[in-house]
């Protein structure tokens, strides 16, 4: 049938049923609103509003800021922004020093190897904060792969480390400084998350399962610290140029860390792409527009399958570069 026969054949079936033509017509249009009242509110947050003000957790009033793997990338842009926009910083390297310098604030260091720590390393960051006032959390300390590799040849080594680092460090970590935010009634967690853990990422599956366990843990933590007047937000990240990425050139899909950071510092407490997840936000604009997306076609099963294309591209690229590297030692 071409498609003045499909028309024709609609016509015949709206005026012989008219109800039932209203009624689809009624839900056709319902859909079409549903999907323009999200966009928008997408659009708005991504690109117009602004967030919660930095204020509001204690900046410029003397108030602490912690963040766990701040030696680079976008911990050490969260370390620089935090500090710059007036919080003392928590930190577990030299960038310490670097803050102290720029802008005049008080720096803590503490040294931890968070894929071996012993509970003396904790007991040591228990009493180097007991006492600050500590306003904000950034639990951005992670592991990935060192490149796409498939489960069953994934050593136990990069398993514990990646649990160790992205799991279990964030949770005791947060059970250490949640108190002091709980007195203050007043703090912000934000847990540097991946789209790995809403595309499960083959390949990537350790990193991807840990990263989903923080998203939902996340929002379980948000739940139930709401009357608390401490706000979790799981912060949902693509690519950002990094050591970890791999990625050394910014482009709009991925930015450095000093545009992310910066996205995610001004949209606190907004959604963005993140739409209908509640603590969830996808910050970033070219990030947002991308999950908003994703979210609104739903076709996950395609999506692992362009990731796995992908990672086994990517892990033969990893290999032959190695074989180079030692051909020529
Ligand atoms: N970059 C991306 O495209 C991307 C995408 C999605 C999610 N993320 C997430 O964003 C967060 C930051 O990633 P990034 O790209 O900024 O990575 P990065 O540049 O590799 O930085 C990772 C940071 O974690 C620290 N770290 C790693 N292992 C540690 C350990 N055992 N003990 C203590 N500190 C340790 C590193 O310190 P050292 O240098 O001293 O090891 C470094 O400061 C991670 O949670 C990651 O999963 C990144």
């Not at 680079?72 to 620089?80: H, K, Q, T």
């Not at 250490?176 to 809403?198: D, E, W, Y």
């Amino acid at each position: 049938m071409n498609v003045l026969g499909v028309l024709k054949v609609c016509t015949i079936s709206v005026t012989q049923y008219p109800l039932i033509a209203l009624s689809l017509g009624a839900l056709g249009g319902l859909s079409l609103a549903s999907f323009l009242f999200s966009a928008l509110r997408v659009l708005l947050q991504t690109f117009v509003l602004r967030g919660i003000s930095l204020k509001t957790y204690g900046a410029k009033k003397g108030v602490w800021a912690v963040v766990t793997g701040a030696t680079d990338g976008i911990g050490r842009e969260f370390a620089n922004q935090l500090a710059k926009a007036g919080f003392n910083v928590v930190l577990l390297n030299t960038v310490g020093s670097e803050i102290e310098a720029k802008y005049g604030n008080q720096t803590k260091i503490h040294a931890i190897d968070f894929s071996a720590p012993d509970e003396k390393a904790y007991e040591g960051l228990a009493s180097l904060i007991s006492g600050l006032e500590i306003g904000v959390l950034v639990n951005n300390v992670g592991r990935s792969h060192d490149f796409p590799v498939y489960f069953q040849d994934t050593t136990l080594e990069a398993i514990q480390d990646i649990i160790e680092i992205n799991v279990k460090a964030t949770l005791r970590v947060t059970s250490i400084i949640l108190p002091s935010l709980v007195a203050r009634k007043s703090g912000l967690i934000l847990n540097i998350g991946s789209f790995a853990a809403a595309v499960p990422s083959p390949m990537l599956a350790t990193y991807a399962g840990a990263k989903a366990f923080l998203a939902t843990w996340s929002q379980a933590l948000g739940e139930e610290l709401r009357s608390t007047g401490v706000l979790v937000q799981h912060v949902n990240t693509f690519w950002v140029v990094s050591a970890m990425s791999k990625i050394r050139k910014p482009s709009a899909l991925t930015p450095l860390p000093s545009t992310y950071v910066r996205a995610v510092l001004s949209r606190i407490g907004l959604p963005c792409g993140a739409l209908g997840s509640p603590y969830y936000t996808t910050p970033y604009w070219a990030h947002s527009l991308v999950d908003f997306v994703l979210r609104q076609v739903g076709l996950m099963g395609i999506y692992m399958r362009v990731t796995h294309g992908m990672h086994k591209d990517l892990r033969a690229r990893a290999l032959k570069k190695l074989a180079r590297e030692a051909k020529s030692q």
